[in-house]
């Protein structure tokens, strides 16, 4: 199967089964409110530094939003990656469920409340626009992921070497 063969950079796997069960409910519900935002949406997109964003919106505009989603308190205080972001980002937002402790989210980041349903933005991150070759290969990156898992979707046997 694809996904036990994938490299960790395969822009084609949208969903690894790293994920707990409220963060892909909290992921599901950003990319729904996201997308009534008229924004284009990838989930798990692979960065050149190495990371993998848990969501990734971009504006007709071309703006460039990235989402960390934090399943819980433990998830946001052990995991100190969200900085590494910042360079491949317009804005950076953290998506988080009702009942997180709020006040820890720095005040740079943008907060967006949300469940399996739906989301809300509750305060906007700040805006640090990243450059234009930067931008470019965002959105280079994003087209691809995008496309590569259209293709996969509508012939999942594909590129396979089977």
Same mark, same amino acid.
């Given at each position: 199967?694809?996904?036990?063969?994938?490299?960790?950079?395969?822009?084609?796997?949208?969903?690894?089964?790293?994920?707990?069960?409220?963060?892909?409910? #909290?992921?599901?519900? =950003?990319?729904?409110? &996201?997308?009534?935002?008229?924004?284009?949406?990838?989930?798990? +997109?692979? %960065? /050149?530094?190495?990371?993998?964003?848990?969501?990734?919106?971009?504006?007709?505009?071309?703006?460039?939003?990235?989402?960390?989603?934090?399943?819980?308190?433990?998830?946001?205080?052990?995991?100190?990656?969200?900085?590494?972001?910042?360079?491949?980002?317009?804005? #950076?937002?953290?998506? =988080?469920?009702?009942? &997180?402790?709020?006040?820890?989210?720095?005040?740079?980041?943008? +907060?967006? %409340? /949300?469940?399996?349903?739906?989301?809300?933005?509750?305060?906007?991150?700040?805006?640090?626009?990243?450059?234009?070759?930067?931008?470019?290969?965002?959105?280079?990156?994003?087209?691809?992921?995008?496309?590569?898992?259209?293709?996969?979707?509508?012939?999942?046997?594909?590129?396979?070497?089977?």
């Amino acid at each position: 199967m694809r996904e036990s063969l994938a490299k960790k950079d395969d822009p084609v796997v949208a969903f690894d089964r790293r994920q707990s069960e409220i963060a892909a409910e #909290l992921q599901r519900g =950003v990319c729904r409110a &996201f997308r009534a935002l008229g924004l284009s949406v990838v989930t798990e +997109l692979p %960065l /050149a530094n190495g990371r993998r964003a848990d969501v990734v919106g971009l504006s007709a505009s071309g703006d460039v939003l990235i989402v960390e989603i934090k399943s819980c308190l433990l998830d946001y205080r052990t995991d100190t990656k969200w900085q590494d972001y910042l360079d491949f980002c317009d804005r #950076l937002y953290f998506a =988080v469920a009702a009942d &997180f402790p709020r006040e820890v989210i720095p005040k740079e980041a943008g +907060l967006i %409340l /949300a469940d399996r349903y739906g989301a809300e933005l509750v305060r906007e991150g700040v805006e640090e626009r990243i450059t234009a070759a930067r931008r470019k290969a965002m959105m280079l990156c994003f087209a691809r992921a995008a496309a590569l898992r259209l293709q996969r979707h509508l012939d999942p046997a594909c590129g396979l070497d089977i």
